[in-house]
């Protein structure tokens, strides 16, 4: 093994609470889980950049039936951009560890553009990151075989050389696939644990 290729949501940064979940759904109004079947189901193309923030809740609003404004449309933004933000600081010791062992880092997320300038203005350990693979600017998501296909080329090396880890066992076996070693996460001392054995 010689990168590590990360997913950043359920590994390095936290999914969203219940807390924030609440946020966004007492912002929009209306039925709970109709608001997160419309929110999921119209977030692939924004992932991939197809669509802005603005089309997305529209889409998102025209779905329940939802009267869209300017003002609503900035607040569902900023309520979501603040769903996405929290870190795992362990896992991003994790990341200054392996950089210290020579370990070579990617990154590879499915993630919309207003998301990740703000991951690029607030986090400074992306700069560890030799490869970032937002979703939104190589215009392919996870589990796409062309979003691991960018990350592998980027990285220039053999697909066998990467250890791919994500908390969705769908995107992992999709990595290994493609014939990326694959580590399904749980924790941050779990994952340590594995790359421990694999480091020379």
Same mark, same amino acid.
């Given at each position: ?151 592998? &080329? #980027? *990285? %220039? +090396? ?7 880890? !994500? $908390? ?5 076996? /999709? =990595? &290994? #696939? *493609? %014939? +990326? ?7 941050? !001392? $779990? ?5 421990? /054995? =694999?480091?020379?």
């Amino acid at each position: 093994m010689k990168a590590v290729l990360f997913d950043m949501f359920g590994v390095i940064a936290r999914v969203q609470s219940p807390e924030s979940q609440g946020v966004l759904e007492r912002t929009a109004g209306g039925d709970r889980d109709r608001f997160w079947q419309a929110y999921w189901s119209q977030r692939a193309p924004y992932d991939r950049g197809d669509v802005t923030g603005p089309a997305y809740w529209k889409g998102v609003c025209a779905e329940l039936g939802i009267t869209l404004d300017e003002r609503l449309t900035a607040d569902l933004i900023a309520a979501d951009l603040a769903s996405w933000s929290e870190i795992d600081g362990r896992s991003v010791e994790l990341l200054g560890a392996l950089a210290d062992r020579g370990v070579t880092l990617g990154l590879l997320s499915n993630i919309p553009e207003e998301l990740a300038v703000q991951y690029e203005t607030t986090q400074p350990w992306l700069g560890g990151f030799m490869v970032l693979g937002f979703s939104c600017r190589i215009r392919s998501a996870k589990p796409e075989p062309a979003a691991y296909q960018w990350c592998v &080329r #980027e *990285l %220039g +090396l053999p697909p066998g050389d990467i250890l791919f880890v !994500d $908390d969705r066992a769908e995107n992992v076996h /999709a =990595a &290994r #696939e *493609l %014939g +990326l070693q694959g580590h399904v996460f749980t924790t941050p !001392d $779990d994952l340590w644990t594995v790359l421990e /054995a =694999a480091l020379p």
